[in-house]
Each structure stands twice: as structure tokens, then as C-alpha cells.
């Protein structure tokens, strides 16, 4: 008799173990794709970082101009694919240049390039958005005859990340 209590306990904890991997392999899984999106997400932004440099480089040396900078960023094959959707991004290439003698203030020449327009804004002429301390070097100083700095060359590069697995696209973690 003894013997037959131990069998139907056995049997009843039965479908207790199915439930408890169930549930573990779903909460497995989620992780697992969260920190698949979020590598996706750092290494998307590890690339703007890098283009953004690299786009400040070129206009340091004043190897190129706006339009040939602009083809050469957007061309540059890294981990974003312009080429691929060119609505998923967008680059701005602002020079600022010091202010003279008949205009004291700083000019601003702005180039841009792709088709992502959800939110993102261009930088505002006539000195496209520094700070001002750095509007304060662009400034004619009728003491030195000149400004402390001639120009100003400011990179900005957005990017929409598409997420990799199907819970990116949940508003609950983020959403686009």
C-alpha cells in the first residue's frame, strides 16, 4: 500500500518539471535576445562615433569640400549600410567661419545629406548651434584685427536602428 502513494505523488509532479523548463527556456530566450538587440544597438553607435571622427579628420585638414565630404561619409562601408536605405539616416556638415571686419558674427555654410527626418533638426545659422564660448573664438576682435579662430567645421551623424529580434519592435523595451 505504501508503495502505490509513492508511484502517484511521482506522477502527479510530473508535468511540475515540463512548466518549470517552460518557463526558464522563455525567460532564457528573452535575455538572450535583449542582449542581442543591445549589441546591435552599441555597435550601431560605436559606428556613427566612428564616421563622425573620421568626417571631423577630413574637414580638420580641409582635404575636401561639403559635397565631396558628404559622398565620402555616406559611401564609407561600415556596420550602417547607407547604401541600403538612404531614409534611415542623416548626416550634417556645418562650416562656420569667423567672423571679419563688415560682420563681426560667424556664417555658417550647412550641408546635408539622406532621408531620415523624424526628429532630427538641422543645426540653426547663423553660428549652427556652439556653444558660446566657442561662438566667443569665431568672433571678429577689432584688438587682434582678426578672430582667435578661423573656422569651425561640426560633424553631426543620426542614424534609426532597426532592431534585430521581434521584442525590439515592443514599446515596452524601447520600440523604434
Not at 555658417?108 to 531620415?116: H, I, K
Not at 573664438?137 to 567645421?153: I, K, S
Request: charged share 15%; net charge negative; hydrophobic share 40%.
Amino acid at each position: 500500500m505504501r508503495s502505490l502513494r509513492t508511484v502517484k505523488a511521482c506522477c502527479n509532479e510530473r508535468g511540475t518539471a515540463l512548466v518549470e523548463l517552460s518557463v526558464s527556456l522563455m525567460l532564457f530566450l528573452l535575455i538572450a535576445l535583449g542582449v542581442i538587440d543591445y549589441g546591435s544597438m552599441i555597435n550601431g553607435r560605436n559606428a556613427l562615433t566612428l564616421l563622425a571622427r573620421e568626417g571631423a579628420s577630413i574637414a580638420s585638414r580641409n582635404l575636401t569640400t561639403n559635397q565631396n565630404m558628404l559622398d565620402l561619409l555616406e559611401s564609407t562601408d561600415n556596420a550602417l549600410k547607407f547604401s541600403t536605405d538612404p531614409n534611415k539616416y542623416r548626416i550634417f556638415l556645418a562650416q562656420i567661419t569667423a567672423g571679419d571686419a563688415a560682420n563681426p558674427t560667424p556664417t555658417c555654410a550647412l550641408s546635408q545629406r539622406g532621408g531620415l527626418t523624424n526628429g532630427v533638426e538641422p543645426p540653426v545659422p547663423p553660428d549652427c548651434d556652439l556653444p558660446a564660448n566657442l561662438v566667443n573664438y569665431l568672433t571678429y576682435d577689432a584688438g587682434l584685427g582678426t578672430a582667435p579662430v578661423e573656422q569651425f567645421t561640426v560633424v553631426k551623424v543620426y542614424y534609426q536602428h532597426d532592431p534585430i529580434t521581434p521584442f525590439g519592435n515592443l514599446n515596452w523595451y524601447g520600440g523604434n
